[in-house]
């Protein structure tokens, strides 16, 4: 076998590590850095490991375009659509003279035709622009990229809880098929799905509050917040997680652990698992080893499809626990008629749902060899 | 005769919700060093679960070996702690499956999944079980071994993955090799060449083999003796070429009646249509078997008794077992002959006693199923 | 063609696209059945064998157009006057094709755009004519309404005897469907008439209100040849009718097959990849690896001395119900090739133990030879 077409960990893995400091060190943030070097390493690796594969990832990427061109022309529309302009409010103004409000528009181009409105659009959106946010006073991207990272964690956060409790959960009920414990998973999962998110937020609340405040009842920090050591921070914001993920998580278990259940019996009953009994396999590696690792690839595929259950989920936790997120944001913008931020903010929300749904199809990928290989 | 393996009495019976079905229900063979056993029937004969009882694979429940031994080189199995049960498997007795497409999990590589077994049974490392498993592939006929172990299941054809299989249960050279319709699912001249390769393997490594299949033709030229079953019992066991060539049960005739048999043509040659032999009616539903003979309402030549008890296994010629009526009748004559006139009058005794007590059990019976009718 | 000819099957082509990888757009065409020329007389059977992936359930289908031929046609009952005429033109056309197809390989496509118009032009007219032409008997340019009743003559039985019978359906309505959609029986007549099919394959006649499930495999099948009888039809194309099947039923259906045939005067396509099976049915059988047809003989003209090299090593390596003939002769190494990518010259050539040089280039046309067989090989053993 030719050494250079097996794909080898430990010689990527170093030269990711050397990037990232070249980079921090030269002076760019952290994450960024992270991000950038990834994103870049993965692509070699993919050409490694799959020539197929990297091209199937640039396709569906080229394929999301028109889903967040026809994304940012419903924004557009909107913004058309609503009476006035930016500076609309403006003209009331004692201050301003007319002669400045026209040269505001002309170099906002909003003297010119729709379309090259809507050019101009696109173009600012790709650099990840959406206008001026009346409310902050401070451009839109400003204001949605931290909230967006926020909601981004507490998705993300949520989406791993569920899916860590619910694969033994769903085992469980599996190789306890119909007997009294199986009931117990399936009853309880039930009822974290019947539970509507928001009233569960508010008795959580009540019961933290009524048991003597062990856990902060809102908000993502702690006043002392700026003025503590990085691991205090992290474990501050951890705190203040713990409700909102319970809440989203919950709600997603159900379906999560149904799913893993009902595809534990099916991969239970295939062929090669009584091979691997026939082989003297224990009991535990014969589920673990050979039908979880089976059974794991509709729950990676699911993810996907929970993203947006999760995010339109957090958005309303978020709104009940005082989580500076998206939805918060959505629902402030909406109530000062902050357009601006509207649009953006749904943008940025529908940008992560593709995002999110083509990283599944993509470990989907990596995890099964038939994908992976063929 | 030393038997490496020899199963007793053995049943499984599947209890569901309001009803058990018998699927084996009292089989009793014996495996000799390196020899080959056919077990052939339909399906629903119970073949299947009589292989996975001796691996002690039945699902459980709703399964379980209500009785019998399964003495392999004197130790019962049936008996058998599941932990010490798992050394076992793979280990002494290994079993390969009907569907080779789905009987090796996608996910892992075919050397990852010779060398667990090889790891399982064996004190050795894992690079150490690797480079094993290429050679393993190599005794099965793969070109490339070095290069397979890396492959997937599905980058194989169901012959190359047959043989994988045959490679896995083959790894730690176990006495028996439970052989589940291993070619049942392939094309005629992949089958052919599985067929050659266990052939040469069990020559090699003088391995006892359990061939389950239904179809005759396969075994015949394949193994050393065959036993018949249907409907959970074993109707006929007897060398390979007295099964063929001197049926004695009337399954066994029917079922080899209805083989199509190659270069015979469509027409008789008195120019009418060439008819293949069949047998009519179907299996009998496993959750009601007949009171008597299991096949008495298929069987052409069904008597009264057949209807009211089982017949048991006699054997009619030395290695020739056959569980019917009919030889029943034969073996008490001859053994009338071989008493003499005084065995004669003795013979007469004892059958007047064994009618007269047959009566009286029928009578019993009757006004038993009358009770039974009334309440 | 004789005029005792029911179906003739002229150069029959079908391509599946097949994705090359799971990521890929694109896809490359496999060639399930490729070129495929087969004739059945009325009332005979033909019988037609190969491993799995050779083609010859998608020649069945085709026939039914349950898949639509790339190209080809399927000549029922046809005038031989319109055949003859239409072949000439099919053949007129391909040489423009040919002509065509030289012109893109001359690589001088790029000045002779107007050429190349021409004869597009000229090949559209052409088959144009030529279709209208076979229209009343070529299956495959039928228009609907003559291709319904066409559907009439031709039936099915399916492999599958658990699928392929709705289990929602009585067994009246299921047998009794076709019929009432064409309006060959109505009401009472109807009624009369599945009981009547019912006795004829062997059911007694309370099965007419069971639902599938109530029957075995072997009954379940009965009920499918019920079903194919219940249009008269002239054909019937039975695709591995008893593979499904334990021993001892698949003797009874075969029976019953057979007894039928002669009650109503059927032909069958017997499609089966068990050759032992096929005997007992056939009149002629027909030999296929991966889409072509390489060897057509009298049935016992065929096992009794098969002449193409893969005949001989198929017949071969069919174990035999006899403890004292072991299994020998030659057993083919190897897998059947890939049907995607398909060797050169001859398809067998590989895994055949009597190549000679020109096998892997010039692939073999069917041709007659003296023992009367129809082969496609280059040197056929015992020469």
């Known amino acids: 076998m030719n050494p250079l077409k097996q794909f080898n960990w430990r010689f990527t893995v170093p030269v990711d590590l050397v990037l990232i400091v070249v980079l921090v060190s030269r002076g760019s943030g952290v994450f960024f850095s992270i991000a950038v070097v990834e994103a870049l390493m993965w692509m070699v690796r993919l050409l490694w490991i799959s020539p197929a594969m990297l091209m199937y990832i640039i396709r569906r990427l080229v394929q999301a375009i028109p889903v967040l061109l026809a994304v940012l022309a419903i924004g557009f529309a909107l913004i058309q659509l609503a009476p006035g302009d930016m500076f609309t409010q403006m003209e009331l103004s004692d201050n301003i003279r007319p002669e400045q409000l026209d040269r505001f528009r002309e170099q906002f181009r909003l003297d010119q035709p729709w379309y090259m409105q809507f050019y101009q659009y696109v173009i600012n959106a790709v650099q990840g622009e959406f206008g001026f946010s009346r409310t902050y006073r401070a451009p839109v991207f400003a204001v949605v990229s931290q909230r967006a990272a926020n909601t981004i964690l507490l998705s993300l956060t949520s989406l791993a809880f569920a899916w860590v409790l619910s694969i033994p959960a769903g085992v469980f009920a599996a190789t306890n098929q119909y007997n009294i414990k199986d009931q117990f998973v399936s009853i309880f999962a039930f009822v974290g799905l019947a539970i509507p998110n928001f009233f569960l937020a508010f008795l959580l609340l009540y019961l933290v509050s009524s048991t003597g405040n062990w856990l902060p009842l809102g908000g993502m920090t702690s006043s002392g917040f700026r003025h503590m050591t990085a691991t205090q921070q992290f474990f501050d914001i951890a705190r203040h997680m713990v409700i909102p993920v319970v809440v989203i998580g919950t709600s997603i278990m159900a379906t999560l652990t149904r799913v893993m259940r009902g595809e534990m019996l099916k991969i239970m009953n295939e062929q090669y698992v009584v091979t691997a009994r026939a082989k003297g396999q224990t009991e535990n590696k014969v589920v673990y080893m050979h039908a979880l690792r089976n059974a794991i690839n509709p729950m990676i595929t699911i993810l996907g499809f929970q993203l947006g259950n999760v995010m339109s989920g957090a958005a309303l936790v978020e709104i009940v626990v005082a989580w500076p997120g998206l939805g918060s944001v959505l629902l402030e913008a909406l109530l000062s008629q ?7 903010s749904l943008i940025y929300g529908v940008g992560l749902l593709v995002i999110g749904n083509l990283l599944a199809d993509i470990a989907l990928a990596l995890v099964d060899p038939r994908v992976r290989v063929g | 005769m030393e038997y490496v393996l020899e199963v007793n009495d053995l049943a499984t019976y599947f209890f569901m919700h309001d009803y058990i079905i018998r699927a084996v229900d009292g089989v009793d063979f014996t495996l000799a060093k390196g020899e080959t056993l056919g077990i052939v029937g339909e399906s629903g004969c119970g073949k299947s679960i009589t292989s996975m009882s001796l691996m002690r694979l039945i699902p459980d429940p709703p399964g379980k070996i209500v009785d019998g031994e399964v003495n392999l080189k004197g130790t019962d199995l049936v ?15 290994s079993m390969i499956f009907q569907e080779p497409m789905t009987s090796l999990n996608p996910v892992y590589t075919i050397g990852f999944q010779i060398s667990e077994v090889l790891r399982l049974h064996r004190d050795i490392e894992k690079r150490e079980a690797l480079s094993e498993a290429a050679r393993l592939l190599k005794m099965v006929g793969m070109s490339d071994p070095d290069q397979r172990v890396h492959e997937y299941p599905f980058q194989l054809s169901g012959g190359l993955r047959q043989r994988a299989m045959i490679a896995i249960a083959m790894a730690c050279e176990p006495s028996v090799m439970i052989a589940d319709e291993p070619t049942t699912a392939l094309d005629v001249t992949i089958q052919a060449q599985i067929l050659r390769l266990m052939g040469e393997l069990k020559d090699a490594k003088d391995t006892s083999i359990a061939f389950i299949t239904h179809d005759l033709a396969v075994i015949a030229g394949f193994t050393d003796r065959v036993m018949v079953m249907y409907a959970g019992v074993a109707v006929e066991d007897a060398p390979v070429k007295e099964v063929f060539k001197n049926p004695l049960h009337p399954y066994t005739q029917g079922l080899l009646g209805s083989v199509p048999v190659l270069g015979v043509g469509k027409l008789n040659e008195d120019g009418t249509r060439r008819l293949l032999q069949a047998i009519p009616g179907t299996l009998p539903d496993a959750r009601r078997f007949p009171r008597g003979c299991r096949f008495a309402p298929r069987c052409p030549h069904a008597m009264k008794r057949c209807w009211e008890a089982e017949p048991n296994m006699v054997e009619v010629a030395p290695g020739h077992k056959v569980r019917c009526y009919l030889h029943h009748e034969e073996v008490r004559e001859r053994k009338m002959r071989n008493l003499g006139a005084a065995g004669r009058r003795i013979a007469k005794l004892q059958e007047h ?23 | 063609m004789t005029d005792k000819s029911l179906l003739d099957i002229r150069k029959l082509r079908k391509t599946f696209p097949v994705k090359a990888n799971v990521f890929s757009t694109k896809s ?7 070129g495929v020329n087969l004739q059945i007389r009325k009332g005979e059977t033909l019988g037609l064998v190969g491993e799995s992936g ?13 898949y639509q031929p790339d190209s080809g046609r399927i000549w029922l009952e046809a005038d031989p006057d319109v055949v003859a005429e239409v072949e000439a033109r099919d053949a007129e056309r391909e040489e423009i094709e040919a002509e065509l197809q030289s012109v893109f390989e001359n690589g001088s496509a790029r000045g002779q755009s107007r050429k190349i118009r021409e004869l597009k032009q000229k090949i559209r007219t052409i088959r144009a004519v030529a279709d209208r032409k076979a229209a009343e008997y070529d299956l495959l340019s039928m228009p609907a309404a003559r291709m319904q009743q066409a559907r009439k003559e031709i039936q099915m039985v399916f492999q599958d005897p658990w699928a392929s019978l709705n289990p929602q359906m009585v067994v009246k309505d299921l047998i009794g469907e076709g019929p009432y959609t064409f309006g060959t029986h109505r009401g009472r007549t109807l009624d009369r008439w599945v009981n009547e099919l019912l006795d004829k394959v062997g059911l007694p006649k309370n099965a007419a209100n069971r639902y599938p499930h109530e029957f075995s495999g072997g009954q379940r099948q009965r009920i499918g040849i019920a079903r194919a009888l219940a249009l008269t039809p002239k ?47 056939s009149d002629r059988v027909a030999v296929m690896y991966l889409g072509k047809v390489v060897e057509l003989a009298d049935s016992k003209q065929l096992y009794q001395s098969p002449r193409h090299p893969y005949t001989i090593s198929l017949l071969s390596s069919i174990p035999v119900a006899d403890p004292d003939i072991r299994v020998e002769g030659q057993i083919l190494e190897g897998d059947v090739p890939s049907p995607i990518n398909p060797p050169s010259g001859c398809a067998f050539h590989p895994r055949c133990p009597h190549r000679i040089d020109p096998c892997d280039k010039i692939l073999p046309e069917l041709g007659r030879d003296r023992a009367g067989h129809r082969i496609a090989c280059h040197n056929p053993p015992n020469d």
């Not at chain 1, 902050?338 to 953006?344: A, E, H, I, K, S």
């Not at chain 2, 008996?79 to 007795?93: S, T, Y």
């Not at chain 2, 006693?353 to 309440?375: I, N, Q």
């Not at chain 3, 050779?54 to 349950?66: A, H, P, Q």
């Open chain 3, 235 to 281: 054909l019937i194309v039975c695709d591995e009718p008893v593979s499904a099947l334990d021993v001892s039923v698949q003797a009874q259906v075969l029976n019953l097959l057979i007894s039928l045939q002669d009650d109503f005067d059927l032909a069958y396509l017997f499609i089966a990849h068990d050759l032992s099976v096929v005997q007992y049915v």
């Open chain 1, 338 to 344: 902050d357009l601006y931020l509207v649009v953006g």
């Open chain 3, 28 to 34: 490359i065409p496999l060639k399930a059945v490729d």
């Open chain 2, 79 to 93: 008996k058998l702690p599941e932990e010490k049960m798992r050394g076992f498997r793979g280990n002494e007795i």
């Open chain 3, 54 to 66: 050779c083609g010859k359930t998608t020649v069945g289908r085709c026939l039914l157009r349950l």
């Open chain 2, 353 to 375: 006693d064994r009618k007269k007590r047959e009566s009286k059990r029928a009578r019993e019976e009757r006004k038993e199923s009358k009770r039974d009718g009334v309440s």
